[in-house]
């Protein structure tokens, strides 16, 4: 091999190299974690809390958290900052903020293979529950699905509280984190007002492009937020082939109500 091709060779071999991730930039809080603050949550209670995270895909099969290690912080200010900008991040589920007094009071437990835990000897108080559930799917929506699940509980002294911890959030700045979508199921009885019917769609138009219920639900929220609404109600989603008025040739489509709680 002459030497124009042993530096082509290696310029090539260069060139395929795979990039490395760019490092996460450091966490930036607009809050700190005070001693005040934490104070309540420092010493053993009598409380307990006993729960179950699960997340259920697109064609009804349950994925549930086994193994996974789940996190119970107090639900401070300073917590709830860092939960809105970088703790419901799948990317970044396993940093903490830069705190001292946070990590001391952090508390965490690992998943049984039903996806259930449990914690005790808790002290009363508003709780930030985490965890996550993500599967690989097939060929039509390849790729990690799933992400952070997580809910803020307010615990009573004394008593053993149930959580059913199946809410995917995402971080302050995606659509799906500011507007909830739920179904008839998840709104229970709890009271709302209807604004109007919203719809999102994810449009095939010209058959080169690829299309998703998620992009689809993402649209959804959008509208809603659009209209400064609490919440997506009564949410269905559904896939059609060619439509005229729709103007696709394949498409999934998404409705709901926009509603603000009572």
Known sequence: MDRVSIILTMVTIVACAPTAPAPPQPMELPTSATDADYAPFALPGT?????????????GDVKVAAGRT????PATPYARSWFAKYGSDLDRAGELPPSPTFERARRSTVADAQG?????TLPPGAYIVRTTVTWETGAQYSGVQGGVVAAVVDIPDGKTSELILNTMVRPVGSVMARVPLLSKEEIGSRPYTKLKEVSGISCNMNGGQSISVDAARDDLARSATELK?????????????FSLTKNCIQYFQCVGDAVTWN
């Open 229 to 241: 609404a609490d919440a997506v109600a009564n949410v269905i989603c559904k896939s059609g082939g």
């Open 116 to 120: 259930k835990f449990h914690f005790e």
């Open 70 to 73: 789940v996190t119970l912080d």
């Open 47 to 59: 409380a307990s809390l006993s729960g179950q995270a699960f997340l259920t895909t697109r064609g």
